[in-house]
């Protein structure tokens, strides 16, 4: 008879499965042990930080060295007045003040030379404003109440600075075209007469003019207050036209 021989790799093919379902379950076991294993954190006491405690800085207290104060001075001694008694030996004079009231009995004599009547003197205020003047200032010609006085004073004014004035000199002095303002101020004195004219214009020749136009107004009727002659001041202001 002839043996047959069985080759050794087909024998170990016959256990490869039962080594693959082994390993297999093993694998498993493994697997399920790590999924249901619990762990738990360790106290690393070792890593902690080490804490050094330290003595508190000392403060250098510094030595201060007693001094010895001299004694306050001494108050000055209060010298206490002396009262000296006086005996009731003295005689006083004592001084009689006799009664000033007087009853109904008793005449009381004036002598009329001792009563001076003191007359009152009227102070009169120089320099009236036109406008409040009791009285005003009359311009020759002007009649009528105080109100129609003042109305033809101003007219007056006006109208001879109209016939004197040169209505071509602003043209000569170059002044723009165009509405030109000039005030005047002046006064009319306790006599009449016109005083301290001054204007303030656009050019001092124009200026000048002013002055010499309003400076020859005529001689007027005072302005009075009470009844007694003032100084009176007035101011218009004139407006003329650049062509």
């Known amino acids: 008879m002839i043996d047959i021989k069985k080759n050794p790799r087909v024998q170990l093919d016959n256990y490869s499965k039962i080594f693959f379902q082994i390993g297999l379950v093993l694998a498993l076991f493994i ?3 790590m999924i249901e294993y619990k762990s738990f954190e360790s106290d690393n006491v070792g890593n902690l930080g080490v804490v050094t405690l330290t003595e508190e800085l000392k ?3 510094p030595i201060v060295m007693r001094q010895e104060l001299p004694p306050p001075p ?3 001694p209060v010298l206490m007045e002396q009262i000296k ?3 009731d030996d003295l005689k006083i004079e004592e001084s009689v003040i006799e009664s000033t009231e007087t009853d109904e009995t008793s005449a009381v004599v004036v002598s009329n030379i001792e009563i001076v009547e003191a007359s009152e003197t009227e102070e009169i205020v120089e320099d009236i404003p036109f406008v409040l003047i009791q009285d005003v200032p009359v311009f020759p010609g002007c009649k009528g109440n105080n109100i129609e006085l003042k109305n033809c004073f101003s007219d007056k004014v006006s ?3 109209g016939r004197k004035f040169d209505p071509g000199l602003p043209q000569e002095l170059g002044l723009l075209q165009g509405k030109k303002k000039i005030f005047v101020v002046f006064k009319i004195n306790n006599k009449g007469n016109i005083v301290n004219v001054n204007a303030r214009a656009p050019h001092p020749l124009l200026q ?3 002055v010499k136009i309003i400076s020859a107004l005529p001689q007027m009727k005072p302005g009075r207050q009470r009844g007694i002659p003032v100084t009176v001041s007035y101011s218009i202001p ?3 036209i650049v062509e």
């Open 74 to 76: 001494k108050a000055a």
């Open 159 to 161: 109208e001879f600075f």
């Open 31 to 33: 697997t399920y042990f």
């Open 85 to 87: 008694v006086v005996e």
């Open 59 to 61: 403060e250098d207290i």
């Open 208 to 210: 000048k003019e002013v």
């Open 238 to 240: 004139i407006t003329i």
